[in-house]
C-alpha cells in the first residue's frame, strides 16, 4: 500500500534561517506530488506540485522553492524565512483511481 | 478557474443527530470529481467521500453521503447519527482528471455530547 512521509513534524526557525521540509512516498511510482501551505484556522493554499523529476510548477510566487530530486521524493526550500512563512505544511500525492490526494501528517512550521 | 464555495465557517450538532454542510463549486468542465476531507485537531487530512460528476447516483460511506446537484453544481455532505469523533474542519475539494485540486475554506464541525 502508498504511505506518505513528512518530516520533521515540528520545526521552529528564527526569521532569516533556511528552510528545508521532505515529502517521500512509498508503494508508488511517477506520482504528481503537492506542496500545501494552511494557515491556522484556514484553508488549504496550494504552493508547488511535479508531475515528474525535476519538473515543478508555481503557485503562487513568494520566498519558497521546490525541487524534486528523485521520483518519490519532494522538498520545500527557502532561502531565508519569512513570519508570513509560518503554518502549516502538507505533502500529498495523487491516487491514480479516482484523481483523490492523499496527504501526509504534515509539518507545523512557526517562524519566530 | 474553478472555485469551490463553502458558506457555513462554523456548524454544531448534538451528539447522535444529522447534519448537513453545504458546499457549491464553479466549472465549465462536464467530467471532472468532487471531494470531502475530515481534518480533525491532528490535522491529519482523511478522505471522507468521492463523487465522479458523470455518476448521477449520490455517494454513500458508511454514515456520510452527499447530494450532489450537477446542474447547481452543489456538493452537501450529510453525516447522520452524528459522533463526537466527527467533530473536525471538513474541506470540499473540485478536481479535474490528472490536474491539481481546489479547496473550499472549510466549515468547523463541532459536535455537542
Known amino acids: 500500500s502508498q504511505t506518505i512521509h513528512q518530516w520533521p513534524a515540528t520545526l521552529v526557525q528564527p526569521v532569516g534561517s533556511p528552510l528545508s521540509l521532505e515529502c517521500t512516498v512509498e508503494g508508488t511510482s511517477n506520482p504528481n506530488l503537492y506542496w500545501y501551505r494552511q494557515a491556522a484556522g484556514r484553508g488549504l493554499q496550494l504552493l508547488f506540485y511535479s508531475v515528474g523529476i525535476g519538473q515543478i510548477s508555481s503557485e503562487v510566487p513568494q520566498n519558497l522553492s521546490a525541487s524534486r530530486p528523485q521520483d518519490r521524493q519532494f522538498i520545500l526550500s527557502s532561502k531565508k524565512l519569512l513570519l508570513s512563512d509560518s503554518g502549516f505544511y502538507l505533502c500529498?500525492?495523487?491516487?491514480?483511481?479516482?484523481?483523490?490526494?492523499?496527504f501526509g501528517p504534515g509539518t507545523r512550521l512557526t517562524v519566530l | 478557474a474553478q472555485t469551490v464555495t463553502q458558506s457555513q465557517p462554523e456548524m454544531s450538532v448534538q451528539e447522535a443527530e444529522t447534519v448537513t454542510l453545504s458546499c457549491t463549486y464553479d466549472?465549465?468542465?462536464?467530467?471532472?470529481?468532487l471531494f470531502w476531507y475530515k481534518q480533525p485537531p491532528s490535522r491529519q487530512m482523511i478522505l471522507v467521500i468521492r463523487?465522479?460528476?458523470?455518476?448521477?447516483q449520490n455517494a454513500t460511506e458508511n454514515r456520510f453521503s452527499v447530494n450532489f446537484q450537477k446542474a447547481a453544481k452543489s456538493f452537501s455532505l450529510k453525516i447522520s447519527d452524528s459522533q463526537l469523533g466527527d467533530t473536525a474542519m471538513y474541506f470540499c475539494?473540485?478536481?479535474?482528471?490528472?490536474?491539481?485540486?481546489?479547496f473550499g475554506a472549510g466549515t468547523r464541525l463541532t459536535v455537542k455530547p
Open positions: 466549472t465549465s468542465e462536464n467530467n471532472y470529481y
Open positions: 463523487q465522479e460528476a458523470y455518476k448521477q
Open positions: 500529498a500525492w495523487l491516487g491514480f483511481a479516482y484523481n483523490e490526494q492523499f
Open positions: 475539494a473540485f478536481g479535474e482528471y490528472n490536474n491539481d485540486m481546489r
